[in-house]
């Protein structure tokens, strides 16, 4: 059996292509999915996970969890996954209900249940923040939590702060605190991991249904990165969890003490990282610092091609 994991995640067109890389990858076990408020409103990010989760025919409940952050306002990233969070293919309104058991007590039950769970976090670090200060007691149990999230040398939201950690950036430093072995797949890393037209094409050369609507989500999230960022092919960034867990291999990483900013004017939300070790303070992240982004597009394409009908 694969490495048990759950995947708590704000779909979002890269949360769409880690969840089904982890549901149709054998070295995964993909025990649920448990959805935040983060690139769109908790109900949308809810409902896109059920959508791909049916689209792709992962058989998973999904969990829903936090609809805002712990302290500050809420913030969304509609203007790079559309209004939906799901912009840009024709996406059958799912038959299935999310479950009536909240993410943050499915987190817990897992826990409590199973040796060694991952928990992978592609979102705002809202529902695992409140499973750490709700359950104490499991913290130990937790085999690792792998983070998209953060920024070393730049930020996309503000010039300091990456998404996922901006958008709440006290539940990120509480669980940046944790005692648990902690891996951090930052911009820096994601930024590296960029898909392209004949990459897209690829996949649309399967010849499935299923995978030219994946494609079409693909093509919205490049066409929006162009406009917004001025980017020829968009990032993967929330994969990158998944492809560290099947191949890692595929990486090189180094160990740093990183915090995060809660009091500044134009740095809230930073993830300060100690590359030098001038803190002298103790690593709490394996922080990913390259991927070869051939092996991890040869990945995608091996897992999206169990698509093919
Ligand atoms: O900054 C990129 C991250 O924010 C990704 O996880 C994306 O899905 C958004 O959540
Ligand atoms: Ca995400």
Redesign the pocket.
């Known amino acids: 059996m694969g490495r048990k994991i759950i995947l708590d995640?704000?779909?979002?067109?890269?949360?769409a292509i880690a969840i089904i890389m982890a549901g149709l990858s054998d070295d995964i076990e993909l025990l649920g999915v448990t959805t935040v408020a983060?690139?769109s409103y908790l109900e949308n990010t809810t409902r896109n996970a059920l959508i791909i989760t049916e689209l792709a025919g992962i058989d998973v409940e999904v969990y829903p969890g936090a609809a805002k952050p712990l302290v500050r306002d809420q913030i969304v990233?509609h203007d790079?996954?559309g209004y939906s969070g799901l912009e840009g293919a024709d996406l059958k309104e799912p038959t299935k209900k999310p479950s009536k058991e909240d993410a943050v007590h499915f987190m817990a039950k897992m826990i409590k249940e199973n040796e060694n769970v991952t928990i992978v976090a592609?979102?705002?670090l809202t529902n695992v923040a409140l499973f750490a200060k709700m359950y104490p007691q499991l913290i130990g149990k937790v085999r690792e939590i792998v983070i998209?999230?953060g920024?070393i040398a730049f930020g996309?939201?503000t010039p300091a702060a990456?998404?996922?950690i901006y958008?709440d950036p006290e539940a990120a430093d509480i669980v940046f605190k944790l005692d648990v072995p902690k891996t951090l797949a930052p911009?820096d890393l994601?930024h590296q991991a960029y898909i392209q037209k004949d990459d897209v094409e690829k996949i649309r050369q399967f010849g499935s249904d299923i995978l030219n609507t994946i494609a079409d989500l693909l093509e919205f999230f490049m066409k929006t990165y162009k406009e917004v960022f001025g980017i020829d092919g968009a990032?993967l960034?929330?994969p990158t969890t998944i492809a560290y867990l099947i191949e890692p291999d595929m990486f090189e990483w180094e160990d740093y003490y990183i915090e995060v900013e809660l009091k500044g004017k134009s740095t809230y939300g930073a993830t300060v990282t100690d590359i030098w070790k001038v803190t002298k303070k103790k690593p709490n992240f394996r922080v990913l610092t390259k991927i070869d982004r051939g092996e991890f597009i040869k990945l995608l394409l091996k897992l999206m091609g169990k698509l093919k009908k």
């Open positions: 995640c704000d779909p979002g067109h890269d949360d983060g690139n990233a790079i996954h592609t979102g705002p998209m999230g920024g996309n939201v990456e998404f996922n958008a911009l994601t990032p960034h929330d």
